[in-house]
């Protein structure tokens, strides 16, 4: 099946540094959604995106949906401990008619102390 | 506000047995989905579920079964448990208006 091209596929940082990841697709999608999730738990959402351009922000967080509506981008502000997981990128693709949702390959993100 | 909840969280069951997972949600979301997640693949979808009765194939659809008697549940079974269906089960649920899924806390299951 397809999935999207997320990278990078971990990511080492201190505390207080800033983040940034992607997720690409060949095809182009109507929606994107950025899940964490913590070891031993179900992905979380965090943020949601519907229009082509769109900048949306939950906190320290900060998501774009890419205006080729082929990616997509997610930032973290001065990292915090509680960060650390797995960040996946997931999204609807245009030619569904349902609420199917492609999967990136996730993004692991360590703090190093 | 029990969200989506999922039972039980670990099994251990043996090859060739009959397995149940199950899968219970309180927002009366229309969707309903079960994935698997395993390492090198990611997430990936058994079955999904648009609605009670109305069920259909994911990617990975083989040695699974579904039923959606109710709209607040969506059981998957495992027919004939096999060591490759090891893996980590997610059900999640979805409302077709906000386009999003929400994820149960998994069941980690153990065929040996």
């Known amino acids: 099946g397809q999935q999207l091209n997320q990278s990078p596929q971990s990511m080492f940082i201190q505390e207080g540094e800033d983040v940034s990841m992607n997720c690409t697709s060949s095809s182009i999608f109507n929606t994107w959604l950025w899940y964490k999730q913590d070891p031993g738990e179900g992905p979380v959402l965090l943020i949601a995106l519907y229009k082509a351009g769109e900048l949306t922000s939950n906190g320290r967080l900060t998501a774009q949906f890419g205006i080729t509506r082929k990616d997509s981008f997610l930032n973290i502000s001065a990292s915090i401990p509680s960060d650390v997981g797995i960040y996946f990128c997931?999204?609807?693709?245009?030619?569904?008619?349902?609420?199917?949702?492609?999967f990136g390959t996730g993004t692991r993100l360590t703090i190093i102390p | 506000d029990a969200g989506i909840t999922q039972s039980p969280r670990y099994k251990i069951t043996e090859t060739g047995r009959q397995v149940t997972l199950m899968c219970h949600q309180t927002w009366s979301h229309s969707y309903m989905f079960w994935y698997r997640q395993d390492l090198g693949h990611g997430l990936r979808l058994i079955y999904y579920s648009a609605a009670a009765d109305i069920t259909d194939k994911g990617e990975v659809p083989d040695g699974y079964v579904v039923s959606r008697s109710k709209t607040e549940n969506f059981p998957l079974t495992l027919e004939s448990a096999t060591r490759s269906q090891t893996s980590v089960y997610f059900c999640a649920s979805g409302d077709r208006r906000q386009e999003t899924q929400y994820f149960g806390p998994g069941t980690r299951l153990l065929v040996l």
């Open positions: 997931a999204g609807r693709p245009k030619s569904f008619g349902n609420e199917k949702l492609t």
